[in-house]
């Protein structure tokens, strides 16, 4: 089961005993799921589809509960590659124009198809409980938010623009922010934000889905956390290995030219020190010394070895003699 499908069959279980709520995320529902068709002698029907039993179980209760709307489930085969139960629900004639005017969708006053509004009803959504229930109901029927193991990706999908905007603006009243985007001929309104998403879901109402959501992310942060510090540990191993490696070259150039013992004794001592402790830290190295010596004083003296170094190779590739003198070394 998919974490979306988990969400929605933990709020397929929740109460219904307010009816206007009720009615709201019917309403919801009805909009993003339900599909309105025409038939001969100016009748109609309304059909609910879903391969979610726990969704279908749940339109079949919210239309008893709200509108007195007693219907029946049929099942069929879908005819995709994996055959999964396609769940269908069907108001007939005599109580889908009544129920089209209850949801917001037909006016009482002309009923007319091409007048059908399918935006956020505001009658239904004029207290904080009925826009949650709205926004749980459209969930339902077009939402879903990716398994938080692999990404932080939670979505609304629309075929009309004025309900995909409707939804942006009662998920702003609660402080959750959506971006909409035109994908393949639908309004996408998605949110990218671990801690927005994890609001989402405490307003969906999915408690279970939030503290697995929860621990999801503690454990993935907690994970990235640890390989940062691993990373910057090894980016600081790495920057001493180098280091190290090109202050023991400079003293290598110091003994090729038989200058090691003609260096000032404080040098010579980090110098020899240096060679006998490739691995050691400018701190280490420090402690080592005889007074010891802090760090910025070690990082002094090995550029001042440098220093000689460079001048010495420098000599010796323009042919000059290049055995070490006082002028070398700056006291």
Known sequence: MTFSSKIKDELSRTETDDILSAKSETAALVRTMGYITLKGYNKMEIEFSTENA???RRIFRLLKTAFEISTQVSVEKTNRLKKHNNYIIKIGDEEAKNFLQETGIASADNFNIMTFDFGVPEALTKNDACKRAYIKGTFMGCGSISDPEK?????FISSREEHSKGICRLLEGFGITGKTILRKNYYVTYIKESEQ??????LLGANNAVLEFENVRAVKETRNQINRVINCETANLDKIVDTSMRQINNIKVLKKHKAMDKLPEHLKELAYLRLKHTNASLK????MLNPPLG????????????EIAEGLSGHEKRGVNSEITKSNIKK
């Open 197 to 202: 998403i994890s609001d989402l879901l405490a």
């Open 284 to 287: 280490e190295l420090g402690e």
């Open 295 to 306: 760090k910025s004083g070690v990082n002094h003296r090995l550029r001042k070895i440098e």
């Open 151 to 155: 990404s932080y990706h939670a979505e």
């Open 54 to 56: 726990a969704v279908a």
